[in-house]
T-cell receptor
């Protein structure tokens, strides 16, 4: 099935630093979604992207839908302690438009 | 507004016992419904998805099955649990047609002992 490769797997940063993570696929995607998951909770949707080249912001978060439709990135600016968690990319592929697949996640740890 | 409910929140079951996890969605019609499993510290593995009543797509051959007896109800079942079935089970929904936002329930922590 479709695979999403997300990197890095983990990040250890200082509070106030900017963060960048990305997701790539061997096949094109129609939609890219970015989620954050806190321990013991379900993932919460952060940003949804629907068009190649689209750049969307949500507060300190910015995400882009790659031109090739095979990648996406998420940036977090001026990180704060509550940004700690696991971030996932996800996408609906044209081959299985109803099927939502996920990357492996990026675990973000922030040192105060 | 739409809401998704999953229960129970936690469950401890002995090996060989049956399983039934339920997920319901409110405030929308004919949603796409999904079941995922997440091992500790790992990503989300898609188990089943459904685009309509009685329509189930299975992604991974395993000891589990899914059913959709009503439009907004999705059930994950097993006849006999294995130790390897332990994990965090998540239900999600998206609008019909796919390629839109998807929203998750709070999850069920299953421990098979």
């Amino acid at each position: 099935g479709q695979q999403l490769n997300q990197s890095p797997q983990s990040m250890f940063i200082q509070e106030g630093e900017d963060v960048s993570m990305n997701c790539t696929s061997s096949s094109i995607f129609n939609t890219w979604l970015w989620y954050k998951q806190d321990p013991g909770e379900g993932p919460v949707l952060l940003i949804a992207l629907y068009k190649a080249g689209e750049l969307t912001s949500n507060g300190r978060l910015t995400a882009q839908f790659g031109i090739t439709r095979k990648d996406s990135f998420l940036n977090i600016s001026a990180s704060i302690p509550s940004d700690v968690g696991i971030y996932f990319c996800a996408g609906f592929s044209p081959q299985g438009a109803q099927k939502l697949v996920f990357g492996q996640g990026t675990r973000l740890t922030i040192n105060p | 507004s739409q809401t998704i409910h999953q229960w129970p929140a936690t469950l401890v079951q002995p090996v060989g016992s049956p399983l039934s996890l339920e997920c319901t969605v409110e405030g929308t019609s004919n949603p796409n419904l999904y079941w995922y499993r997440q091992a500790a510290g790992r990503g989300l593995q898609l188990l089943f998805y459904s685009v309509g009543i009685g329509q189930i797509s299975s992604e991974v051959p395993q000891n589990l099955s899914a059913s959709r007896p009503q439009d907004r109800q999705f059930i994950l079942s097993s006849k006999k649990l294995l130790l390897s079935d332990s994990g965090f089970y998540l239900c999600a929904w998206s609008r019909t047609g796919g390629s839109t936002e998807a929203f998750f329930g709070q999850g069920t922590r299953l421990t098979v002992v």
